[in-house]
């Protein structure tokens, strides 16, 4: 059964180019205490402090905070492409990610190759590949544009085709930041629609989100970081009247 | 996708803290061996990265032979007219040695950047670390193959056969896994200091002088054994010799395996201890 546990994490990034950063944004960090030196006199900004928590089957979450609360580098670490140097993380089941519609895209590389190199980097099989190309191509509906480079795309149809690879296949725990969100209306209306989908068929679902809209729509649990702390864990209807300082119903009447 | 009952299909599990080092040296050789089992990722993104280069250029890839042969034809009758040396055996021992070293200098130089340029992918998927070595070794041995070209003229038009090539196959694989091991250093080393792409690429530079490629050590005025403090000299010397009929001493094959298990040794401590530490840097 999938799960995520996460005990006791913390994450911290090393500032070895410090002196290129500008002297406001270094001061803001040290104000705000995420700036430390560790052992070696090393600086560091803490990402994520103590964060602990348990994901099980069934738990829709949405992951709320100020830009920079570290949601995103909690979603990569729960990927496991940040291994903790504090803490522990387990993840059980497949994972899939929507953080960056444009991941392992490459430009020069028509579409169609793009989604041939993206089936192989996820070690999937001749007859799944050949499933994911055709989804992708429905969905796009990018037609003989599917045989140009990518670079030749206007954005919009460049997030059509990533966007539609992204979400080929449902994996049990599915992550992801809240870029879908943008394009024009028909497109969201049509994205939204396959994220619906996806979200129905994947046990566990993070989403990182500022629109509570969302949140209320699609999660069961918020997860509310507040400079790198967990500062809140429970339903939509206990955090969000407390993150957006407003009663529940209005949040949800007005959106 | 999977239409099997989950309960059957064991479910990948990713279980992530921080570790000791010996327990770090384990993952690190995973992540070695992981990349091994999918060499044919890094082969597709290797054949990518070429295809990519050349695309909509009319000879593609085979400006890379030509450009070779040019620089070849050059050095070798230059010098060979300069030296006063025997146009057949110069011209062949150069063309041998630059395109040896061709491959060594674009390895180490591209090294440093194997990660940084796949930052993207890096940050948005799990994968082993050693896929992107791959990629850069794989990337590196298509233009070998293409420079080879020029080495199959050069014998053709002076009617060389090579003497041996028992004694390729070993000093193939050495070159093999010599060449992982130093994308792994340069990799990790290019991603975190800034400055050690253009100390590198200066480095080889005076390299390229010291080593010999363009002259031989039977020129020198004095004890040739210090040319052994290369370690360049010994791996020249493995491929080359064989081919041109010469005898190669046991001291040559102890230095070069001897320097491969250096660099392999100093590759593994390098990795085990940073590995995951990659990302961080991005």
Same mark, same amino acid.
């Given at each position: 059964?999938?799960? /995520?546990?996460? %005990?006791?994490?913390?994450?911290?990034?090393?500032?070895?180019?410090?002196?290129?950063?500008?002297?406001? $944004?270094?001061?803001?960090?040290?104000?705000?205490?995420?700036?430390?030196?560790?052992?070696?006199?090393?600086?560091?900004?803490?990402?994520?402090?103590?964060?602990?928590?348990?994901?099980?089957?069934?738990?829709?979450? &949405?992951?709320?905070?100020?830009?920079?609360?570290? $949601?995103?580098?909690?979603?990569?670490?729960?990927?496991?492409?940040?291994?903790?140097?504090?803490?522990?993380?387990?993840?059980?089941?497949?994972?899939?990610?929507?953080?960056? =519609?444009?991941? &392992?895209?490459?430009?020069?590389?028509? &579409?169609? *190759?793009?989604?041939?190199?993206?089936?192989?980097?996820?070690?999937?099989?001749?007859?799944?590949?050949? *499933?994911?190309?055709?989804?992708?191509?429905?969905?796009?509906?990018?037609?003989?544009?599917?045989?140009?480079?990518?670079?030749?795309?206007?954005?919009?149809?460049?997030?059509?085709?990533?966007?539609?690879?992204?979400?080929?296949?449902?994996?049990?725990?599915?992550?992801?930041?809240?870029?879908?969100?943008? @394009?024009?209306?028909?497109?969201?209306?049509?994205?939204? %629609?396959?994220?619906?989908?996806?979200?129905?068929?994947?046990?566990?679902?993070?989403?990182?989100?500022?629109?509570?809209?969302?949140?209320? !729509?699609?999660?069961?649990?918020?997860?509310?970081?507040?400079?790198?702390?967990?500062?809140?864990?429970?339903?939509?209807?206990?955090?969000?009247?407390?993150?957006?300082?407003?009663?529940?119903?209005?949040?949800?009447? $007005?959106? | 996708?999977?239409?099997?009952?989950?309960?059957?299909? $064991?479910?990948?599990?990713?279980?992530?803290?921080?570790?000791?080092?010996?327990?770090?040296?384990?993952?690190?050789?995973?992540?070695?061996?992981?990349?091994?089992?999918?060499?044919?990722? @890094?082969?597709?993104?290797?054949?990518?990265?070429? !295809?990519?280069?050349?695309?909509?250029?009319?000879?593609? =890839?085979?400006?890379?032979?030509?450009?070779?042969?040019? %620089?070849?034809?050059? /050095?070798?009758?230059?010098?060979?007219?300069?030296?006063?040396?025997?146009?057949?055996? +110069?011209?062949?021992?150069?063309?041998?040695?630059?395109?040896?070293?061709?491959?060594?200098?674009?390895?180490?130089?591209?090294?440093?950047?194997?990660?940084?340029?796949?930052?993207?992918?890096?940050?948005?998927?799990?994968? =082993?670390?050693?896929? #992107?070595?791959?990629?850069?070794?794989?990337?590196?041995?298509?233009?070998?193959?293409?420079?080879?070209?020029?080495?199959?003229?050069?014998?053709?038009?002076?009617?060389?056969? =090579?003497?041996?090539? #028992?004694?390729?196959?070993?000093?193939?694989?050495?070159?093999?896994?010599?060449?992982?091991?130093? @994308?792994?250093?340069?990799?990790?080393?290019?991603?975190?200091?800034?400055?050690?792409?253009?100390?590198?690429?200066?480095?080889?530079?005076?390299?390229?002088?010291?080593?010999?490629?363009?002259? %031989?050590?039977?020129?020198?005025?004095?004890?040739?054994?210090?040319?052994?403090?290369?370690?360049?000299?010994?791996?020249?010397?493995?491929?080359?010799?064989?081919?041109?009929?010469?005898?190669?001493?046991?001291?040559?094959?102890?230095?070069?395996?001897?320097?491969?298990?250096?660099?392999?040794?100093?590759?593994?401590? /390098?990795?085990?201890?940073?590995?995951?530490?990659?990302? +961080?840097?991005?």
């Amino acid at each position: 059964m999938p799960s /995520i546990t996460v %005990k006791n994490l913390s994450i911290s990034f090393p500032l070895y180019h410090e002196n290129t950063r500008s002297l406001r $944004k270094m001061t803001h960090l040290f104000i705000s205490g995420r700036l430390r030196q560790d052992q070696h006199k090393k600086i560091l900004v803490q990402s994520l402090r103590d964060i602990n928590f348990t994901l099980r089957q069934g738990d829709k979450v &949405g992951l709320i905070g100020q830009n920079g609360a570290g $949601k995103t580098t909690l979603l990569r670490t729960m990927t496991g492409i940040y291994e903790p140097v504090v803490g522990h993380i387990r993840v059980e089941g497949s994972i899939s990610t929507l953080l960056d =519609p444009n991941a &392992g895209m490459n430009f020069g590389l028509t &579409g169609r *190759e793009n989604i041939y190199l993206k089936c192989s980097i996820n070690g999937y099989s001749k007859k799944q590949t050949q *499933e994911i190309a055709e989804s992708v191509a429905d969905f796009s509906e990018l037609g003989a544009y599917l045989d140009l480079p990518v670079r030749t795309y206007s954005s919009g149809m460049q997030l059509r085709l990533g966007f539609g690879l992204a979400t080929a296949i449902a994996p049990q725990i599915l992550m992801m930041d809240e870029w879908f969100l943008t @394009g024009d209306a028909g497109f969201i209306q049509k994205a939204t %629609k396959r994220i619906e989908n996806m979200v129905q068929n994947s046990q566990i679902l993070v989403i990182s989100t500022h629109s509570a809209e969302t949140i209320a !729509k699609w999660c069961n649990r918020v997860l509310w970081l507040d400079q790198g702390f967990l500062k809140m864990d429970g339903t939509p209807e206990e955090v969000l009247p407390i993150y957006l300082n407003k009663p529940y119903e209005e949040i949800v009447k $007005k959106d | 996708m999977s239409d099997h009952d989950p309960t059957i299909v $064991k479910e990948p599990v990713i279980d992530l803290r921080s570790v000791s080092l010996s327990q770090n040296v384990k993952l690190a050789l995973t992540d070695l061996f992981q990349g091994l089992i999918q060499w044919r990722l @890094g082969w597709k993104l290797a054949l990518l990265d070429i !295809k990519l280069r050349y695309r909509g250029s009319i000879l593609g =890839p085979f400006w890379i032979t030509i450009i070779m042969g040019a %620089k070849i034809s050059t /050095i070798g009758i230059l010098y060979a007219y300069l030296l006063h040396l025997d146009l057949q055996h +110069y011209f062949t021992y150069v063309a041998i040695s630059v395109v040896l070293w061709t491959y060594v200098n674009g390895m180490v130089n591209d090294s440093c950047l194997i990660f940084t340029s796949s930052s993207q992918l890096i940050l948005s998927q799990r994968l =082993p670390y050693s896929i #992107y070595v791959w990629r850069n070794v794989f990337c590196n041995i298509l233009i070998l193959l293409h420079n080879l070209l020029v080495i199959i003229v050069v014998f053709t038009i002076f009617r060389i056969v =090579p003497y041996t090539l #028992y004694f390729l196959l070993p000093a193939a694989i050495l070159w093999l896994v010599n060449s992982l091991a130093l @994308g792994i250093i340069f990799g990790i080393l290019g991603t975190r200091f800034k400055d050690i792409p253009p100390i590198v690429a200066g480095v080889m530079q005076s390299l390229f002088f010291i080593t010999p490629i363009i002259w %031989k050590v039977s020129s020198l005025h004095f004890n040739s054994n210090y040319v052994l403090l290369n370690p360049l000299y010994p791996l020249f010397e493995i491929v080359r010799s064989p081919i041109l009929g010469e005898n190669v001493s046991a001291s040559i094959w102890i230095a070069a395996i001897g320097y491969s298990l250096f660099l392999w040794i100093a590759a593994l401590f /390098i990795f085990s201890k940073t590995r995951f530490r990659i990302p +961080y840097w991005m």
